[in-house]
């Protein structure tokens, strides 16, 4: 990964078909899963990255000193340990925006702009990344 002091990339991640989790295995699993996503998260960031449950079954990830190919490269290695996990109940994918904070960016702009990100993942078929 190629590292830019002033970069920072941003990673929204969203776990496919949550709900049906939930659903079909029962709320406790569901709470299992989202555990366990967060431990494989933190062991695949660095230090110095932030690592956040946004909500429901959203993640976030700051990756400071990073520039797009780089968050691009981490999120599609996310994506595949997440997707080769042996869960207990059956295949877990996610869904992930990417992007990196330009110049005049405020929170808002960059924030919508993952948000379209990810949501074009999930338009496209999920299990992917998608950045902007």
Do not use: C
């Not at 969203?14 to 709320?27: A, E, P, R, V, Y």
């Not at 695949?44 to 990255?49: F, H, P, V, Y």
């Amino acid at each position: 990964m190629k590292r830019q002091p002033s970069q920072v990339g941003l990673l929204l991640l969203d776990i496919d078909h949550f709900k049906q989790i939930n659903d079909s295995h029962g709320h406790s699993r569901g709470d299992e899963v989202l555990r366990r996503i967060g431990k494989l998260l933190r062991e695949l960031t660095r230090e110095i990255d932030t690592v956040a449950r946004v909500g429901g079954e959203e993640f976030a990830i700051l990756l400071p000193g990073i520039d797009e190919q780089g968050a691009v490269t981490a999120a599609e290695r996310i994506r595949k340990k997440v997707q080769s996990h042996q869960w207990k109940h059956g295949a877990v994918t996610m869904s992930i925006g990417v992007t990196v904070l330009k110049d005049g960016d405020d929170r808002e702009r960059v924030l919508n702009r993952v948000d379209r990100a990810l949501y074009q993942a999930k338009r496209n078929g999920r299990n992917r990344i998608e950045h902007a």
